[in-house]
């Protein structure tokens, strides 16, 4: 009964997350604009006026994940160190190993200025500019993780 309700909740949080974002795309794409730039070339691009909505909305649904992700992460740790405590020591080395990912991604990332087309701002340099190259750059990593673990189940299961 318990499990029905939750599932039953989490899909319907689901479907109403897809659907803000489906709307605010849509609104990108289809909606008013706020003026037009135009390039060096001479070409004019359309601005749209929900820039900044769809933006701020990218924002919310990245830290409302990664709030999720930490605090999913702690409770599993909290439930096996007390169930069984090789299990928590496997997650503190999981918990450990993101760490170093963010940490090596961060560091490779570049806090210089890019060229922005249209864009006048300090915010594409410093700190902002390393933390998009940090998310790219883990991003990359754990799509590759990713991939190596579903190769790598496929070929255990084979030797099996």
Same mark, same amino acid.
């Given at each position: 009964?318990?499990?029905?309700?939750?599932?039953?909740?989490?899909?319907? !949080?689901?479907?109403?997350?897809? @659907?803000?974002?489906?709307?605010?795309?849509?609104?990108? *794409?289809?909606? $008013?604009? @706020?003026?037009? !730039?135009?390039?060096?070339?001479?070409?004019?691009?359309?601005?749209?006026?929900?820039?900044?909505?769809?933006? *701020?909305? /990218?924002?919310?649904?990245?830290?409302?994940?990664?709030?999720?992700?930490?605090?999913?992460?702690?409770?599993?740790?909290?439930?096996?160190?007390?169930?069984?405590?090789?299990?928590?020591?496997?997650?503190?080395?999981?918990?450990?190993?993101?760490?170093?990912?963010?940490?090596?991604?961060?560091?490779?990332?570049? $806090?210089?200025?890019?060229?922005?087309?249209? *864009?006048?701002?300090?915010?594409?340099?410093?700190?902002?500019?390393?933390?998009?190259?940090?998310?790219?750059?883990? /991003?990359?990593?754990?799509? @590759?993780?990713?991939?190596? @673990?579903? !190769?790598?189940?496929?070929? *255990?299961?084979?030797?099996?």
């Amino acid at each position: 009964m318990k499990d029905k309700v939750l599932t039953r909740v989490t899909g319907i !949080i689901a479907i109403l997350l897809l @659907a803000v974002s489906i709307v605010l795309v849509g609104l990108m *794409y289809m909606g $008013p604009s @706020a003026g037009t !730039i135009e390039s060096a070339g001479g070409d004019v691009y359309n601005v749209p006026a929900t820039t900044d909505t769809l933006i *701020y909305w /990218c924002y919310a649904l990245l830290i409302a994940t990664a709030v999720a992700a930490v605090g999913f992460a702690i409770a599993k740790f909290v439930n096996n160190l007390i169930v069984n405590p090789k299990g928590g020591i496997k997650t503190i080395v999981t918990l450990v190993v993101f760490a170093l990912i963010f940490v090596v991604a961060w560091n490779l990332g570049s $806090p210089e200025k890019m060229s922005i087309f249209g *864009y006048e701002g300090n915010q594409n340099e410093g700190f902002w500019a390393q933390l998009t190259d940090m998310i790219i750059y883990v /991003c990359y990593t754990l799509f @590759a993780l990713v991939f190596l @673990a579903i !190769i790598g189940s496929r070929i *255990y299961v084979k030797l099996k």
